[in-house]
């Protein structure tokens, strides 16, 4: 099985004191793989980058299962549709785009994102 994750599930796996760690630690312990757009992996990786270990928290989601994801060719035509479809901000339009090409089910802490997914039968509650 397959998910798409944002930039906040991602955060808080890589954060020990983000609210949501434990929920992440959960969900990244499925034994499962992850395709995150390339700008959710880049917003995750700020903190690390100011601390110095970006690379470090770049292979620890690499080992957890994170692949980047492309939308192909079409992707700036693929992100506008869902962007302005679902009147998202930018980062969060990437994130559903991943699920939406990918036909697979997104994670998400945000519940405006999530509804956004229930919207197109892609959501993914997070593991209890």
Do not use: W, Y
Not at 13 to 36: I, K, N, Q, R
Not at 44 to 52: C, D
């Amino acid at each position: 099985m397959t998910f798409a994750v944002d930039a906040g599930v991602l955060i808080g796996l890589l954060d020990p004191d983000d609210a949501h760690h434990a929920a992440a630690t959960e969900v990244f312990s499925l034994g499962v793989s992850f395709l995150v757009h390339p700008v959710n992996i880049a917003e995750a990786l700020i903190n690390p980058e100011r601390h110095g270990r970006s690379l470090e928290a770049f292979e620890d989601l690499r080992r957890f299962g994170v692949v980047p994801a492309t939308l192909g060719t079409n992707e700036p035509l693929i992100l506008a549709r869902v962007r302005a479809e679902h009147s998202l901000r930018m980062p969060d339009a990437c994130a559903l785009a991943v699920a939406v090409g990918n036909d697979i089910p997104l994670i998400t802490f945000d519940k405006r994102l999530a509804a956004e997914a229930k919207k197109r039968g892609l959501f993914e509650p997070v593991p209890a």
